[in-house]
């Protein structure tokens, strides 16, 4: 079983930063990725980002790519999302999520992702 623990939202200025953590436990049991994915009000889970535990892979949506910075530590069990630049479209609830081992490796799909935390509240104002 995969635990996720998000922390770091808050309330932000546009243009200013703020830096997401997720910590990750049994992920033993887990696919070899782990996946940001935020969702808006009155709107479906977007993704965001994510990356490989074990390689140099990482992805970005169009919308943070040049933004937003995904990173790990996998002494710490945690993976990090570095957000600059921030706007107002920005705002959402931020979610970690990972797959079971039986991942097939589209990161990008809602679907491919298990364990979800319990997320975290990132508000842009303007």
């Known amino acids: 079983q995969v635990e996720l623990k998000e922390s770091g939202g808050g309330l932000v200025q546009a243009g200013g930063s703020l830096r997401l953590s997720c910590v990750a436990s049994g992920r033993a049991f887990g696919g070899d990725v782990l996946g940001w994915w935020r969702q808006a009000p009155g709107k479906d889970h977007e993704f965001v980002s994510a990356?490989?535990?074990?390689?140099?892979?990482?992805f970005y949506s169009d919308s943070v790519k040049g933004r937003f910075t995904i990173s790990r530590d996998n002494a710490k069990n945690t993976v990090y999302l570095q957000m600059t630049k921030l706007k107002p479209e920005d705002t959402a609830v931020y979610y970690c999520?990972?797959?079971?081992?039986?991942?097939?490796?589209?990161?990008?799909?809602?679907?491919?992702?298990?364990?979800w935390g319990q997320g975290t509240q990132v508000t842009v104002s303007s």
């Open positions: 990356i490989s535990w074990s390689g140099p892979d990482t």
């Open positions: 999520a990972a797959p079971d081992r039986y991942y097939s490796g589209n990161y990008q799909l809602k679907d491919e992702y298990d364990y």
